[in-house]
Nanobody, 123 residues
Framework: QVRLVESVGGSVEAGGSLKLSCQVS????????VGWFRQAPGKERERLAT???????EYADPVKGRFTISKDSAKRILYLQMNSLKPEDTAMYYC?????????????????WGQGTQVTISS
């Protein structure tokens, strides 16, 4: 059974950093696409960063250069290092997995989701 569990998020001031982690179980993390998403109140869930089975990484424009996705294959943990945080980064953050070796464009094609973790950035 595939399961994803995010670490506790946090609250920091603008300009600060946070690192999220996502423990994956039920399959080998290197096999398929995994990624990070977020959803702010009143907004649609948005894709932030993904990494496929070839370790190819993609980032959304709002986080490019500030966020870094990585994984520890041995521990089956997916990470999201977030730097230079802004108040507009405040949202619920989710990790997700798609049972494909490549990362699908559509969020709806991601098969498994974590429960989400809150990140709050104060100005």
């Amino acid at each position: 059974q595939v399961r994803l569990v995010e670490s506790v998020g946090g609250s920091v001031e603008a300009g600060g950093s946070l690192k999220l982690s996502c423990q994956v179980s039920g399959y080998t993390i290197d096999t398929y696409c995994v990624g990070w998403f977020r959803q702010a109140p009143g907004k649609e869930r948005e894709r932030l960063a993904t990494i496929d089975s070839d370790d190819y990484k993609e980032y959304a424009d709002p986080v490019k250069g500030r966020f870094t996705i990585s994984k520890d294959s041995a521990k089956r943990i997916l990470y999201l290092q977030m730097n230079s945080l802004k108040p507009e980064d405040t949202a619920m953050y989710y990790c997700a997995a798609a049972m494909k070796t490549w990362c699908p464009r559509s969020i709806t094609d991601f098969d498994y989701w974590g429960q989400g973790t809150q990140v709050t950035i104060s100005s």
